[in-house]
């Protein structure tokens, strides 16, 4: 319980519990300005994966079709329209105008930037999920991140409200003509059940390649590596930026000393989190366990003699 409630720059048990077969620890460094939202790791990830389709609905969210992560959706790029400036010496796009409405005299454009970025799993140093699985389908694999084995992923769903990001989904499957019936409150989906998501491409990591969707991107924009190394990148590229006056410049994930410990897979974002659908503040949804089971204790140990004394005074 103690590894639960105290969280720290790296996985519990991990990497001792795999002896000589542990490896360094990998991940992915995202950074969002030099995305292009191309969805080339989108497609890479789902092609490598072989993932059923889905995004095929125009949501109104820019040129957004997925939305969120998802069991069918295991890369995700965000595109937000902003009436702000790239840089902070107001170097930028701007909104067209009608200059006949303006008797032809040129004005100042409203400022006009788009933010991109490849959301993805965060493969936290101290996953939620990994301690509600009561099976043990989810695991922590000796590169340092955190699996899920469907084949023995009972569906019981415990592990996806514990994640603070909202990455772990169930599957469901599209019916065909030729599926039986379903009762409610399947409402007409065929159900897979197990829950999916991102494995940083594991079995490619074990026969010594890259993930596909850091493959796949154009600009690096998705890279792959150490992440000790990542980090140390991530440090340079972000005095990079602010030094030439990037508006909004910041490191996501990067620190050991956040809620979850630090993130597998951490970004540099140009906006706040809140602005790419991220929690600002994520925190490891299991910290409070043992402090919950203590109170529980204390609580049905109150029951309990409560109802005794109880049942004594009323003989009496």
Known sequence: MTAIAETTGSPAAWPDT???????????????????????????????NV??????????????????????SWRHVAFV?????????????????DIAST?????????????????????????ACLD??????????????????????NGCGYCVPACPFGVLDKRHLPRSPGDAPLALPLLGEKEDGRVWKCTLCYDRLKGGHEPACAKACPTDSIQFGELDELRERADA?????QTQGWNGAQLYGRDPDDGVGGFGAFFLLLDEPEVYGLPPDPVVTTKHLPSMWTTTAIAAAATVVGTALAFLGGRG
């Open 81 to 97: 329209e902003q009436r702000k400036p790239l840089r902070t010496d107001r170097e930028t796009a701007t909104l067209d105008y």
């Open 18 to 48: 795999y002896g000589d077969e542990a490896k360094p620890r990998v991940g992915f460094f995202t950074d969002t300005s030099i995305c292009i939202g191309c969805k080339a790791c989108e497609v890479a990830c789902k092609e490598w």
């Open 237 to 241: 590229r972000l005095d990079k930026l």
């Open 51 to 72: 993932i059923p389709e889905d995004g095929l609905v125009w949501t109104g969210e820019s040129y957004d079709n997925t939305s969120t992560l998802g069991a069918n």
């Open 132 to 153: 509600v699985c009561p099976t043990g389908s989810l695991f922590r694999t000796e590169y340092g991140t955190v699996v899920v084995q469907e084949d023995i992923c």
């Open 103 to 127: 008797g032809g005299t040129p004005v100042e454009g409203e400022p006009l930037r788009w933010l991109m970025s490849s959301d993805v799993c965060k493969h936290c140093t101290h996953a």
